[in-house]
Structures are given as C-alpha cells and as structure tokens.
Nanobody, 124 residues
Framework: VQLQASGGGLVQAGGSLRLSCAASGRAFGSHIIAWFRQAPGKEREFVAG????????DYTDSVKGRFTISRDNAKNTVVLQMNSLKPEDTAVYYC??????????????????WGQGTQVTVLQ
C-alpha cells in the first residue's frame, strides 16, 4: 500500500481543514488507517484511526469533538475533517496503514506504511 497525504495549509485559529489520504493497492480495504502528527521538537503522536470497515473510530483526547475521520474503501481514501483548529494543532500530519484487525490504533510501531506528510499551520 502506498499512501499520499494532502490538504494541509495555513489557517486561522477556529478555522477548518480537510486532509485526504489516497492509497494505491488492492489491499486498502484490509488495512486500519490512522492519522498521526508531529510538531517540531516533539514525538510523532496518534491523532485518529478508523477500522477496516469504518465502524470503529478512535481519537486522541485533544481532538475529540473537533476532528472526524472517515473512509471510502471504494475510492481508497481516508479523510480527516478538522474543525475549530487551534495553534497547538500545528504539525506535519501523516497517514499510516496497519494490516489486519488489531484493536490498537494508536501504536506507531504497528503501522506498516506511511505517507509523506502534509503541513498544517494554525495561526493565533
């Protein structure tokens, strides 16, 4: 699976952005997909994840109620809708794919494939 993240940009606090992760490969529907982010000088952290069929979602506490993850297996695409953005959301956002049906969405080590990252900058 090859992943291509897009949709980042510069936005004022309180604004919205929509990130997309486009995947190539027929096995997309067999992979858990997640978004991680990495701010300068910080560790890469889990943001949101979605199960193979889309029925199970998981979010880090700081984005609950503001971010929504969804997927369209027919289009090999996962979307992260980000609303009410805050300056602390500023980071490079990466999508990642994990083969199988694990219940653990947040552990970086479980992900086999990573996209190249897209920059999100939220101004005060």
């Amino acid at each position: 699976v090859q992943l291509q993240a897009s949709g980042g940009g510069l936005v004022q606090a309180g604004g919205s952005l929509r990130l997309s992760c486009a995947a190539s490969g027929r096995a997309f529907g067999s992979h858990i997909i997640a978004w991680f982010r990495q701010a300068p000088g910080k560790e890469r952290e889990f943001v949101a994840g979605i199960s193979i069929g889309g029925s199970k979602l998981d979010y880090t506490d700081s984005v609950k109620g503001r971010f929504t993850i969804s997927r369209d297996n027919a289009k090999n695409t996962v979307v992260l809708q980000m609303n009410s953005l805050k300056p602390e959301d500023t980071a490079v956002y990466y999508c990642a794919a994990q083969w199988g049906s694990s219940q653990d969405f947040s552990s970086k080590a479980l992900y086999d494939y990573w996209g190249q990252g897209t920059q999100v900058t939220v101004l005060q």
